[in-house]
């Protein structure tokens, strides 16, 4: 596990630890970049579906995590790749109800409504790469400048009130 740069990383994603190992990443590095609580949670929620289709459906791949920026407000960009089977109608696995697997099929599309940037590239035969990215809603302080002071209301001011 490369985590020398704190939120840059790139993790295994080869069984049920590693899920762990992601979903904490996922969260401490936003936390990190100043994401509030809600914005954390969704992000780790569609960390931890991508990471379990990387697992359960490429048979295994990595996760790449950087910190990207918009302007002064940061963002993670999460990219799940594999060498799997890929997937042969991407439309079709990003529909609600959809599964190849035992699941309920909310893995994908709900993943894909839980971040601000989503993009899948995938091959059939060669694998998948899901891509994700979202936004702090508000820069971490002190990104802001502080407000300017008030100036103080001069005494001849004062007297007339």
Known sequence: MDTAAGVDARLPIRSDLDLVWVRQHVRQSAATLGFGLVEQTKLVTAASELARNTLVYGGGGQLTVHRVTRG????????????GPGIVDV????????????????????????????????????????????????????????????PPVPPAAREES
């Not at 002064?72 to 060498?83: A, I």
């Not at 994908?108 to 409504?113: S, T, V």
Request: net charge negative.
């Open 72 to 83: 002064r407000v940061p963002g993670l960009r999460l990219s799940f790749g594999d060498e």
């Open 91 to 150: 439309e079709q696995a990003l529909r609600d109800g959809y599964t190849s697997g035992d699941g309920l099929g909310m893995g994908l599309g709900g993943a894909r409504r839980l971040v601000h940037e989503f993009a899948i590239d995938s091959t059939p035969g060669a694998g998948t790469t899901v891509t994700v990215t979202s936004w702090a809603t508000r820069p971490p302080y002190p990104a802001y400048p502080p407000p300017p002071p008030v």
